[in-house]
């Protein structure tokens, strides 16, 4: 069974140019006596917080048009779902041009408390608008459609009463934003979720209702209409640096194209919509809601809008808006439930068999006895950080050691501090060693971890003293934990301002060392951090690990903060990629995978340089026959790893497209 659920991004151009008029009020007008005419409805996604600034500036008098509009949508059943840029939340009008907060740009990274007040202020302007105190939207879509990391934003707009999010689009990837739905593609038409919008989870309190793609060759998005909009503004408003990492996001086999009725021509909305139709004739039992997405701005050819809406009546599609069709889906759900089946999923993308975690595995988490060790050196910039993080646990540790490694500055005062008010922090002090590298902070660990020898605890975590992270961090690592009796060593990614990790390339096997959580027994099994000056500690340890049987795991629905950038304490940015190069080679990394990742790693800043510089590392040590810091084992144990990993990426960009 097929519903077609048309939604339109209401706003101006990303940079706030533009006339309301034009590219809001009039093709909204237009657009919705198009639907009366065929009797159906669409839902409006208001970009609310671009409109409350508007008005509060008072820079364009058709804003009372725009919220006359909003109005009227509301009161005729077209659907008014929740869209929000917050990066218009610290707007200001300079100059004659808004001056836009770009550090605010994604709504998921920003703070639980920023969230909230940005979600409320949006709620209420948008409640004013529609002149309904109570009124609550049923649906959101994310500015950019940027819902990533899902947790903290899903839990504040769930709070408030939002049930469907409709920012994913399968596939699609954005480096420049840490945007990643590519795992998305083996899942249905829909799907709920908790706190990855990616992963579906039964127990789950959110719909996903993707927009809809295919996964088509990159060469079939050059089409001349759809080159004009990206000509118009899109690159027009981004950095040279921002245009070739989107650039790279194109370098493969298979790319996302959206169902957007603006930019399509109608022969490739009728081509996709004929495919739909050919698969519920085979699986007429699975319910398929269709999301297409398009923009006032962009809504210039109405002639083709027009004709798709005839060409659906023809083949007896209704259009519905999420407002009917979250019944069917909540039915769905509960038949599934009944019978321990998925959601909207086609028969090649089952996954009956995701179980979410139990609730008794849950309350064992608490049980779980936890104990910390941090190496510091010189960290009185940052260390403050860490401690409130820790302190503001929700499970706090057993014990935490931290180790202050010859540290000059105010490190030791800081902690001292903090360890006179918290009897489980202690402080030990290494002498002060000339020479900085790796194997001395392992030394430094290994005092801790010699404090901590006799207590009774279940997990050993190696934390860096420059991060921070949410007062629920730990005890959701510890549940995973619980929840699954091999893992042996878990960890988030780590973010570094608005850059965050990027599992793209890496498994989500690797666990990054600014964060190290291992089962006691597993720490025990790998014979813990060996002291190579190189560096490369973490890695070795996670991968032994693995050798050892146990599983590792990155959980990528909680990063954490990283304040000092990863290596930037001895080398620059240039030196960071030199190095990775250098020390991928002596840590048993296989040439044939090297290459594959320089060039990938071009599309990462430094842009091009750091690929270049990486791989110039690694093959100058391959010619000067550096030596290796791993046993034989170890590097063909990694090789293989690595070459299966290369497999997967190949074969799934060969193969990747929609169910």
Not at 504 to 532: K, M, W
Request: glycine share 6%.
């Amino acid at each position: 069974m097929i519903d077609f659920v048309f939604t339109i991004d209401y706003e101006i151009y990303g940079n706030g140019a533009g006339a309301l008029d034009e590219l809001v009020y009039e093709p909204a007008r237009r657009l919705k006596q198009l639907f009366q005419d065929y009797q159906a409805r669409f839902v409006t996604f208001v970009e609310i917080a671009e409109f409350d600034k508007i008005e509060a500036y008072g820079t364009d008098s058709a804003i009372d048009l725009v919220k006359q509009q909003i109005m009227e949508f509301h009161r005729d059943g077209f659907e008014i779902g929740l869209h929000l840029h917050p990066q218009w939340s610290n707007a200001r009008y300079e100059n004659g041009m808004w001056s836009l907060d770009q550090s605010e740009y994604n709504l998921c990274t920003l703070a639980k408390a920023r969230i909230t007040e940005i979600v409320d202020a949006s709620l209420t302007y948008l409640r004013h608008v529609v002149d309904e105190p109570q009124f609550t939207p049923l649906s959101f879509r994310g500015g950019n459609w940027l819902f990533q990391p899902t947790q903290t934003a899903a839990s504040v707009l769930n709070e408030r009463g939002i049930k469907i999010d409709s920012s994913v689009f399968k596939g699609g990837l954005q480096r420049n934003y840490s945007l990643d739905y590519r795992r998305a593609v083996k899942n249905g038409y829909y799907w709920p979720f908790s706190s990855d919008v990616n992963e579906p989870d039964p127990k789950g309190t959110w719909f996903e209702v993707p927009i809809y793609t295919d996964m088509v060759p990159p060469w079939r998005m050059a089409t001349s209409k759809r080159m004009a909009y990206a000509t118009q503004y899109v690159i027009a408003g981004r950095s040279a640096k921002q245009k070739l990492t989107s650039a790279f996001d194109y370098l493969r086999f298979r790319y996302p194209l959206k169902l957007d009725y603006c930019r399509m021509t109608l022969t490739e909305m009728t081509s996709m919509v004929d495919r739909i139709i050919q698969e519920d004739q085979r699986e007429p039992e699975s319910y398929k809601p269709i999301v297409a997405i398009g923009h006032t701005k962009d809504l210039t050819d109405f002639s083709s809008v027009d004709s798709f809406l005839a060409y659906l009546r023809t083949k007896k599609i209704e259009i519905h808006t999420f407002e009917a069709v979250y019944p069917k889906i909540l039915q769905m759900k509960a038949q599934a439930d009944c019978v321990g089946s998925s959601y909207g999923e086609s028969k090649v993308a089952r996954h009956s068999s995701m179980v979410a975690p139990g609730e008794s595995g849950k309350a064992k988490a608490a049980n779980l006895k936890y104990v910390l060790i941090t190496p510091a050196r010189n960290e009185a910039a940052f260390i403050e950080k860490t401690i409130q993080s820790v302190v503001a646990q929700t499970n706090l540790p057993l014990k935490w050691v931290i180790v202050s490694d010859g540290s000059t500055d105010d490190t030791d005062e800081i902690v001292k501090r903090y360890a006179a008010e918290h009897p489980w922090i202690e402080l030990i002090r290494m002498p002060e060693r000339r020479e900085r590298h790796f194997a001395g902070k392992i030394h430094a660990f290994n005092a801790g971890y010699a404090r901590v020898a006799d207590l009774d605890y279940d997990v050993v975590g190696n934390l860096d003293g420059d991060t921070s992270f949410d007062e629920d961090y730990f005890d959701f690592l510890l549940k995973k934990f619980v929840d699954n009796p091999r893992l042996g060593v878990a960890g988030t990614p780590f973010r570094e301002e608005s850059f965050q990790y990027d599992f793209s390339f890496t498994s989500i096997e690797h666990v990054s060392g600014a964060c190290q959580l291992f089962r006691r027994e597993c720490f025990e099994d790998v014979g813990g951090y060996l002291p190579i000056k190189t560096g490369g500690v973490d890695l070795v340890a996670v991968i032994t690990a693995r050798m050892k049987g146990w599983q590792t795991r990155s959980f990528l629905e909680k990063p954490y903060f990283h304040h000092r950038k990863i290596s930037s304490a001895k080398h620059g940015a240039l030196g960071i990629a030199y190095n990775a190069g250098r020390t991928d080679y002596t840590h048993g990394s296989s040439p044939v995978w090297q290459f594959f990742r320089c060039i990938y790693q071009m599309s990462r800043p430094p842009i091009v340089v750091g690929g270049v510089l990486c791989f110039a590392g690694f093959f100058w040590a391959l010619a000067t026959r550096a030596e290796k810091v791993v046993t034989p084992d170890f590097a063909r144990f990694r090789r293989v790893e690595q070459m299966r990993r290369l497999s997967g990426l190949v074969n799934n960009a060969l193969t990747l497209r929609h169910p």
